[in-house]
């Protein structure tokens, strides 16, 4: 796929196309880049260019809003999940210097009479721009459709039955996530626009960015800049599916780098998608994914609890 560099590529459209030979030929190809990269670039992923277009629109008119205003959706008490989050509060675990951005969350509506709703809190609606919050429905219904599809392909991968993963993502934690990276108006301390980590999730989908910066660490400690075409979704392995896979599936190390110089005043947003299950998911390994060459690296432990630890690392939640 031209313009994709750093990561492989592949064609959700030979998964979802009912052709046998095309969604195993797919499954493999997810797989070996999931277990070897822990990313990739998914082309023909289904959700709609316009949709992330006009999103893409709000969210940056909404960043462009007055902090007060912004502030007024910062709600006490929610760790960040929902609605507003400032500048200079969120930080990678291993670091207590806040990354270079604030964002906006978008979280979970259930629509049945699945009792889980009451572990969720009510998203926060933007009365300034009401077309943000129907947009930001919207595409994270569309993700949540191509998050299946790629959880089904890897379910096959692992040797699961294909629809492993739908008891636990049906109606689950799941975050659509508008990062805003300000322009930088002095020399950093130390601070880089999102300090160097891995995703909390099963697995993340990312829209194209509006900047370049993504950069992952490979297995020789390098780091290599990732570019998705403009028709791609960068897809990224979390630590909760490589928790469960014992490490079979990589959780690979990203940062987002700032510009040289003589960009600085160029603003940077993103919109990513991170996939959780719902909070009972037990996490424990995978049977088959513990051998005596790769031995059991994990303790026990569920989604939500684990969930809450990480919150708890990276300065979201107190």
């Known amino acids: 796929m031209s313009g994709t560099t750093g990561i492989p590529s592949v064609d959700l459209s030979k998964f979802t196309s009912g052709n046998p030979a095309l969604k195993q030929e797919f499954v493999q190809e997810i797989g070996k880049a999931f277990h070897e ?12 260019q316009d949709l992330i277009d006009k999103f893409f629109s709000s969210a940056k008119a909404f960043f462009s809003l007055p902090v007060e205003t912004k502030l ?40 049945d009479e699945d009792p889980i709703k009451d572990e969720y809190p009510s998203n926060v609606r933007v009365e300034e721009m009401p077309e943000f919050s129907d947009l930001g429905r919207d595409l994270y219904a569309s993700f949540e459709v191509a998050g299946k599809n790629l959880l089904r392909a890897i379910a ?17 934690n799941s975050i659509l996530r508008a990062i805003h990276y300000p322009p930088i108006t002095q020399a950093p301390k130390s601070a880089i626009r999102a300090e160097q980590h891995e995703d909390i999730d099963m697995i993340t989908l990312l829209v194209g960015a509006s900047a370049d910066g993504l950069e992952l660490q490979n297995e020789a400690g ?19 599916l490589q928790r469960l896979t014992n490490n079979y599936l ?32 037990d996490l424990t390994c995978l049977e088959k994914c513990v051998t005596a060459e790769r031995p059991l690296q994990y303790e026990p432990i569920t989604a939500g609890e684990y969930l809450d630890e990480r919150l708890r690392e990276i300065g979201l939640k107190k």
Do not use: C
């Open 37 to 48: 990269v822990g990313f990739v670039a998914v082309t023909n992923h289904g959700v709609p």
């Open 72 to 111: 007024g959706a910062q709600i006490p008490g929610l760790a960040g999940q929902r609605g507003y989050t400032a500048f200079g509060i969120e930080h990678a675990k291993q670091s207590q210097v806040a990354d270079l951005k604030e964002f906006f969350q978008i979280g979970q509506e259930v629509t």
């Open 222 to 240: 390098e780091w290599v800049a990732i570019k998705a075409g403009v028709d791609a979704i960068v897809i990224n392995v979390g630590d909760m």
């Open 250 to 281: 990589k959780s690979t190390t990203h940062r987002v780098v700032n510009p040289p110089k003589e960009k600085w005043h160029m603003p940077r947003l993103s919109i990513p998608f991170f996939m959780h299950p719902r909070s009972e998911m």
């Open 156 to 172: 096959i991968y692992l040797d699961l039955n294909e629809d492993y993963f739908d008891q636990y993502i049906h109606n689950g």
